[in-house]
C-alpha cells in the first residue's frame, strides 16, 4: 500500500493501545480507531461501490465485523491494513450480490434479438453518444464512471486497489482469495476493459493526446 | 525485438516485470510502442479524474453514531488485565522504584542529604508518569467537545462517555494537583487547577445535554485555553529526563497517587 494514514510508527503504537484497551472492555476506545480510519476507508468503498450512500454503509459494516474479529487480529498487522482488508472484502462481496441481483432484474434488457447477451463493455460505447459528442469533462467522468460498472467485481477491485490505494499484487490477491498470477490477469484485464470502453471518445483521446505523441 | 503486447506494456507500468531494462530500451527507441502506452496513461489519467464525494467533516462522527449502539460489550478475562503491556509496564516501573528505595535505604548513610535527593528524585519521576497519563486522558475528553458539532436540529447530544470519564478524572485531578504544589510545581498545579472546574462541568452534567448546553461547555474550555494548557504541560512532561516508561494503566495511577498522599 502507498504511504497511508495506517502506515506511520506513531499511528500503528496508538492504534495497537487502541485494540488492547477495547479488547480490555473499553469500548469507546474503539471510537478513536473509528475516528481515524473513517474517511480513508470511505475513498475505497466509494470507488469500489460508485456509490456513497453505498460506500457510508460498508464503511459501518467494516468497522462492526472488525470489532467482532478484534480478538483475531491481536496485534499481528498494521489496524489500518487489517480493516482495509475487511472494507474491501465486504465491498466486493456486496457488489457480487447488487450485480447478482441487477442482473437477475435486467436480465431480459440485456439480450441482443437472436438471445445472445450482450458485451457489457458495448454499452458504454453507445452508438448514439458519437465519441466527437462528448465534449465536456462531466460527459467523460459518467462515461469512466459506467465503464468501472462494466467490469466484473474482482476486476474493479483490482483497479481500486492497485491503481488509487497503491496495492501490491500480494495484497490484492489476499482480499480476491487468488494467486499473484491470476491477480496480474485480472489487472490487466481491467484495463483493456476501461481502454476499449473509453478510447472511441474524443476526450480521452485528447488527453491521451495531451501525453505525448498521439496525433 | 517486436512490439510490445498491450499485456507486457501493463506490467511494465506497474513494476511486475523481470525485463524491465529490455522494455525499457525497447520503448525507447519505438514510437508506436510510446504511443501505445500513452494510452495506457490516459486510462489511468482518466481514472483519477473521478471525483470521491465529500462524506462531511462528521462522517466518522456520524459512523460512530451508527455503530456504537451495536457494538457488543466485550468482557476481558481476568487474567488479560494482568498481561495488558501497558500494566505490565506499570507494574515494572513500581517494582523498580520499590528495589531502588529499598537499595537505597540499604547502602546509603541514614538521613544523609543524598538519599534524601535521591527520594525526591524517585518521588519527581512516580509524578511524572502518572500524570502524563492523567493529562493524555483529560486531552481527550477535551478534544471530543472541542472536535464535536451538535448537528442541525439536533435536540439532544449524548455525552454520557465522556461524563463518566470525566468522573474517574476529577478525583485523580484533585490528588494531583495537591501533590503538584507541594512538590512546587507551579505551572502544573495552575494547568490542573484550571481543568478541575471544566472536569467537574462535564462530570455534572446530565448524559444528554442540549446543543446550546453543549456549546456553553465549548465555550467554557476555549475560553481558558485549558486544550493547549494541558498541552503543553504534557509535552513538557515527555521532555523530562528519564521519562521513558510507558505511563501506568487508570487502576495503578490512582494507587500510586494515593500512596503518595
Known amino acids: ?66 470489532y467482532q474479529k478484534l480478538k483475531q487480529f491481536a496485534g499481528n498487522s498494521n489496524f489500518g491494513t487489517w480493516v482495509y482488508r475487511i472494507t474491501a472484502n465486504y465491498a466486493i462481496d456486496r457488489i457480487r450480490q447488487r450485480n447478482l441481483e441487477e442482473t437477475r432484474q435486467a436480465l431480459p434488457a440485456r439480450l441482443s434479438n437472436d438471445g445472445v447477451e450482450v458485451d457489457p463493455v458495448a454499452w458504454v460505447q453507445d452508438p448514439a453518444a458519437s465519441p466527437e459528442r462528448l465534449a465536456g469533462s462531466a460527459e467523460l467522468a459518467a462515461k469512466i464512471k459506467q465503464a468501472l460498472d462494466t467490469l466484473t467485481p474482482a476486476e474493479r477491485t483490482a483497479i481500486v486497489m492497485r491503481h488509487w490505494d497503491g496495492c501490491a499484487i500480494e495484497e490484492i490477491a489476499a482480499v480476491l482469495k487468488s494467486n499473484s498470477n491470476a491477480t496480474k490477469n485480472t489487472v490487466f484485464r481491467a484495463v483493456a476493459k476501461l481502454r476499449k470502453a473509453l478510447e472511441p471518445f474524443a476526450e480521452f483521446r485528447n488527453t491521451a493526446r495531451a501525453m505525448g505523441t498521439e496525433s | 525485438m517486436s512490439h510490445m503486447t498491450e499485456e507486457e506494456l501493463i506490467g511494465y507500468r506497474d513494476g511486475e516485470t523481470k525485463e524491465r531494462q529490455r522494455f525499457a530500451s525497447h520503448l525507447n527507441g519505438c514510437q508506436v510502442c510510446r504511443r ?59 517494582a523498580a522504584i520499590i ?43 477535551l478534544m471530543e467537545f472541542a472536535n464535536t458539532a451538535p448537528e442541525k436540529g439536533q435536540k439532544l447530544v449524548n455525552i454520557s462517555a465522556q461524563q463518566k470519564r470525566a468522573e474517574d478524572l476529577l478525583e485523580e485531578n484533585r490528588l494531583y494537583r495537591q501533590t503538584a504544589k507541594r512538590e512546587g510545581d507551579a505551572l502544573m498545579a495552575s494547568t490542573l487547577d484550571e481543568l478541575e472546574p471544566i472536569l467537574l462541568d462535564i462530570a455534572n452534567s446530565p448524559d444528554e445535554i442540549t446543543p446550546a448546553q453543549f456549546e456553553g461547555i465549548q465555550k467554557r474550555i476555549a475560553a481558558k485555553g485549558i486544550l493547549l494548557k494541558v498541552r503543553v504541560v504534557h509535552q513538557d512532561l515527555r521532555r523530562r529526563p528519564g521519562n521513558t516508561a510507558l505511563p501506568p494503566a487508570q487502576s495503578d495511577v490512582a494507587d500510586s497517587a494515593r500512596n503518595r498522599t
Open chain 2, 99 to 141: 528495589v531502588l528505595a529499598f537499595l537505597l535505604g540499604r547502602f546509603t548513610k541514614k538521613n544523609g542529604p543524598e538519599e534524601i535527593a535521591d527520594a525526591g528524585k524517585v518521588r519527581e519521576r512516580v509524578l511524572v508518569v502518572a500524570v502524563g497519563d492523567h493529562l493524555g486522558r483529560s486531552e481527550m475528553v
Open chain 2, 36 to 94: 501505445e502506452m500513452e494510452r495506457i496513461e490516459a486510462v489511468f489519467a482518466a481514472l483519477d479524474g473521478i471525483p470521491v464525494p465529500d462524506p462531511g467533516e462528521d462522517f466518522a462522527r456520524r459512523v460512530w453514531q451508527e455503530i456504537s449502539p451495536r457494538l457488543p460489550e466485550k468482557h476481558a478475562p481476568w487474567w488479560h488485565a494482568l498481561l495488558e503491556p501497558r500494566r505490565l509496564a506499570a507494574v515494572g516501573a513500581m
Open chain 1, 1 to 66: 500500500m502507498k504511504a497511508s494514514i495506517g502506515e506511520s510508527e506513531n499511528h500503528a503504537v496508538t492504534d495497537a493501545i487502541a485494540v488492547e484497551r477495547t479488547l480490555a472492555g473499553d469500548r469507546d476506545a474503539y471510537r478513536v480507531l473509528v475516528d481515524r480510519y473513517s474517511l480513508y476507508l470511505y475513498r475505497l468503498a466509494f470507488r469500489m461501490t460508485g456509490n456513497s450512500h453505498e460506500a457510508e454503509e460498508v464503511v459501518q459494516e467494516a468497522f462492526l465485523r472488525a
